[in-house]
């Protein structure tokens, strides 16, 4: 009798000790449908890239030509045969900087990042130029 007892409290133990793991899951995409991930993942700007605030960028703005010198927290800017200078500051992640002048106003206040080897001008609105311009090429990291 005893065998049997302690066989059925065996048994009682394992049946009920065995828990069913429970799968959450994944709702971070929820609403979302399979070309909306696909298009976002396309899109997105995303780089582990350390971004080096230091050297010389070239490129359009409008159609004239601008040359960009940054030197960590200073920048110059020639311009339209002008020159500006100023602080450069990093906002967020430090992938968006605004640049303030000393005495001239610049036609820009905010850059972006693209990689660590191009820069957007941005428009007054903070937005890209949708015509996929003003972009600023690194030609020396001195």
Same mark, same amino acid.
């Given at each position: 009798?005893?065998?049997?007892? +302690?066989? $059925? $409290?065996?048994c009682?133990?394992l049946?009920?000790?065995?828990?069913?793991? @429970? *799968? =959450? /899951?994944? /709702? %971070?995409?929820?609403? $979302? %449908?399979? #070309?909306?991930?696909?298009?976002?993942?396309?899109?997105?700007?995303?780089t582990?890239?350390?971004? *080096?605030?230091?050297? *010389?960028? #070239?490129?359009? +703005?409008?159609?004239?030509?601008? *040359?960009? @010198?940054?030197? =960590?927290?200073? +920048?110059?800017?020639?311009?339209?045969?002008?020159?500006?200078?100023? #602080?450069?500051? @990093?906002?967020?992640?430090?992938?968006?900087? =605004?640049?303030? %002048? @000393?005495?001239?106003?610049?036609? +820009?206040?905010? $850059? /972006?990042?693209?990689?660590?080897?191009?820069?957007?001008?941005?428009? #007054?609105?903070?937005?890209?130029?949708?015509?996929?311009?003003?972009?600023?090429? /690194?030609?020396?990291?001195?």
């Amino acid at each position: 009798m005893k065998r049997i007892g +302690f066989l $059925l $409290l065996m048994c009682h133990l394992l049946i009920f000790s065995c828990k069913k793991d @429970k *799968i =959450e /899951r994944d /709702r %971070s995409s929820d609403g $979302l %449908s399979h #070309e909306d991930v696909l298009s976002l993942e396309k899109n997105s700007v995303f780089t582990n890239e350390t971004l *080096i605030y230091k050297g *010389i960028f #070239e490129g359009d +703005f409008y159609g004239q030509k601008v *040359i960009l @010198k940054l030197d =960590e927290d200073k +920048f110059s800017v020639e311009y339209k045969g002008q020159s500006y200078n100023g #602080e450069l500051y @990093k906002k967020d992640d430090g992938s968006l900087m =605004e640049v303030v %002048s @000393k005495k001239k106003k610049l036609p +820009f206040q905010f $850059l /972006r990042w693209s990689d660590n080897s191009e820069i957007m001008i941005l428009n #007054e609105d903070g937005m890209a130029d949708d015509k996929g311009e003003n972009y600023l090429t /690194r030609i020396s990291d001195k």
